[in-house]
Nanobody, 126 residues
Framework: QVQLVESGGGSAQAGGSLRLSCAASGYTYRRGCMGWFRQAPGKDREGVATITLGGGNTYYADSVKGRFTISQDNAKSTLFLQMDSLKPEDTAMYYC???????????????????RGQGTQVTVSS
């Protein structure tokens, strides 16, 4: 059974940084994509960033490009999202997601990945 557990959320000032982690267990596939999407109250889900497993190609939403960095530690089966230069509009619940057979690995597709965690809250104040 695949389990994704996020951690690292919290509060930050605008311009600050946070690092999210996602511990994956039971994901035995050596291919596919993993990523992060977010959802703010009253808004649609937004794909944030994705990474191809094995290839390490990364994709970002325009809204976070240049500020967020997705990476993975294969040895520890952990996915990371380094968030710098945070803005109040980054406030949302952030979810880790994974898909072994994706139609596409674009950041926007992460909202449709088959596996997802419970989420971790990120709040950015001005």
């Amino acid at each position: 059974q695949v389990q994704l557990v996020e951690s690292g959320g919290g509060s930050a000032q605008a311009g600050g940084s946070l690092r999210l982690s996602c511990a994956a267990s039971g994901y035995t596939y050596r291919r596919g994509c993993m990523g992060w999407f977010r959802q703010a109250p009253g808004k649609d889900r937004e794909g944030v960033a994705t990474i191809t497993l094995g290839g390490g190609n990364t994709y970002y939403a325009d809204s976070v490009k240049g500020r967020f960095t997705i990476s993975q530690d294969n040895a520890k089966s952990t996915l990371f999202l380094q968030m710098d230069s945070l803005k109040p509009e980054d406030t949302a619940m952030y979810y880790c997601a994974a898909e072994p057979f994706p139609f596409s690995c674009s950041a926007s597709r992460s909202t449709r990945f088959g596996y997802r965690g419970q989420g971790t809250q990120v709040t950015v104040s001005s």
